[in-house]
């Protein structure tokens, strides 16, 4: 039978309508371990390329014959030659278009809603690293919000709504992944901002994000106002846009809040946080809708694909944000944190602009899943 490329367009697809897709992952189980593709209605099975080197025929009866199959490596070249096997076994089979490296830089924009005056909001799904960045429009002009390397999506996306980029912002300075706001901000002569906290190392000019202050996009003045919020970082800001939206950065996500200690200040940000988000953000209205800048787990999806819920509804049903006790609270987000994102040392530096890979090493340093949330 023939086999044939899927895209991480068309897996990502799948996952928003929660497709059954039985999921062959020929990496090493170490790789498949750390981060693999996630659905709500995917079959795995994890069987190292190496395995397979004299053929199919001992794991034939671990795949469906009825069902949808995938196979995936991490650059693209062993799970083609699976997938032929396979097919040459008598099995409907594809091969995932560019491996986990493409999965992992794959941008999926979906529309969180209207705004006043006839702007819009997306919200721009990373689907395989859990990254989300955001795009708010208004009669012709455009504000990106914790943009990710993959800069072409942006402004491909930007001129398609024929709407120009005047600014640029990132919520604090990232660490499990490189940036692309700056490169943006060149390339459309917009206004790039950073909180000034954050960039105390940066090589580079850019706009001071200070706590209130108020950015307008487009004739309606669609408003973009700015809450100094620390605790991820120091220098950790998120913005109401519109009144209606909270976007969070790494402060609060739907089902966990940010880990304190990725600049190694853990026991000095945990009291910061805490006050964010049990200060800070208590004072907010209920109705707002919390949309962070990442997702941990693929059940965080609403049915949309988007990842957004009220902050009341968080304030009842997130564990992070329901403990009373200050010393339980300090003992959660400084004992119970996840691995550190991999070269998480050498992104920050990256996003200071002390040192610039290039493309295949910004790759590498970012293949994994994100890891910004205590758990």
Known sequence: MAFKAMSSKEVTQKIFNKEKLFLLDVRNESDYKDWKIEGANFQYLNIPYFELLDGVDEILDKIPADQEILVACAKEGSSVMVAEMLSDAGLDVSYLEGGMKAWSEHLEPVKVGDLNGGGELYQFVRIGKGCLSYMVIS?????????TRM???YLDFAQEMHAKITHVFDTHLHADHISGGRAIAQKTNATYWLPPKDATEVTFDYAPLEGGTDVTIGETKINIHSLYSPGHTIGSTSFIVDEKYLLSGDILFIDSIGRPDLAGL?????????ESLYKRYKELSDELIVLP?????????NEDGTVAEKLGTLFKENHGLKIEDENEFRKLVTENLPPQPNAYQEIRKTNMGKISPDEEQQREMEIGPNRCAVR
């Open 139 to 147: 009669n012709g002009e455009a504000a990106l919000i914790d943009a």
């Open 151 to 153: 800069t072409d999506v």
């Open 266 to 274: 853990a026991e000095d940000w945990v009291g910061d946080l805490r």
């Open 293 to 301: 800048a990442h997702f941990m787990i693929i059940d965080e999806l």
